[in-house]
């Protein structure tokens, strides 16, 4: 709960927390690559973990889910340049998105 207050605050003094921590919802990366080529790598590496599902969005975005993982699913939202994991990782995923960036 405080860690929420203090990112507002941050958020609103405009300043950038000293460490972020990369492993959170809502780690944004960014990429050069195009949305095919992000979705293919994404897709093949993280097949080992869990089922992944692709669901192409009306705004020329991509999300992908990876589901049949003990840990839970995972989402990642692909929107070049913007890759956006917007649920926590599964366990040795987050290696597995930046080797795709």
Known sequence: ???AVI???LALSGA???TA???APGTTYTSAKTLAALQQCLTDKLSDIGEVVAV???DNTTTLLVRD???GPMTIDLAPPKVTVTSRFIEGSQ???RDCL
């Open 16 to 18: 950038e927390p000293a």
């Open 7 to 9: 990112s507002i605050m």
């Open 95 to 97: 290696k597995l998105v």
């Open 1 to 3: 709960m405080s860690l």
């Open 56 to 58: 192409k969005m009306e």
């Open 21 to 23: 921590d990369q492993s």
């Open 69 to 71: 993982n003990p840990a």
